[in-house]
Nanobody
Framework: QVQLVESGGGLVQPGGSLRLSCAAS????????MGWYRQTPENERELVAA???????SYADSVKGRFTISRDNAKNTVYLQMNSLKPEDTAVYYC???????????????WGQGTQVTVSS
């Protein structure tokens, strides 16, 4: 019913930048929270950044000052601008969103398929 499609991952050198995008499509009535998580083979999935309409975005301490999350409600899209990338930012990045498909059911939690970000020289 609802799909989250990510794009923008890839290979970048340390100190470089990438911009991730995640677009929600399908039976989208409205979207509450949107966010980005990341996961490596060694670690559990962790929250990177989250944004709720009309609320100040929140960030993991490890990315504060380097990453910026934003959203375009008209396009049902959330972005993650990643600057000053470090090798430890290497991970699969997942988009997530709490989406309502109508005005009366509670929001449901959806995940994207993930996009690989590799920071290496």
């Amino acid at each position: 019913q609802v799909q989250l499609v990510e794009s923008g991952g890839g290979l970048v050198q340390p100190g470089g930048s990438l911009r991730l995008s995640c677009a929600a499509s399908g039976s989208v009535f409205s979207i509450n929270d949107m966010g980005w998580y990341r996961q490596t083979p060694e670690n559990e999935r962790e929250l990177v950044a989250a944004i709720i309409s009309s609320v100040t975005p929140s960030y993991a301490d490890s990315v504060k000052g380097r990453f910026t999350i934003s959203r375009d409600n008209a396009k049902n899209t959330v972005y993650l601008q990643m600057n000053s990338l470090k090798p430890e930012d290497t991970a699969v990045y997942y988009c997530n969103a709490f989406v309502r498909i109508n005005s009366y059911d509670p929001p449901r939690h959806y995940w994207g398929q993930g996009t690989q970000v590799t920071v290496s020289s």
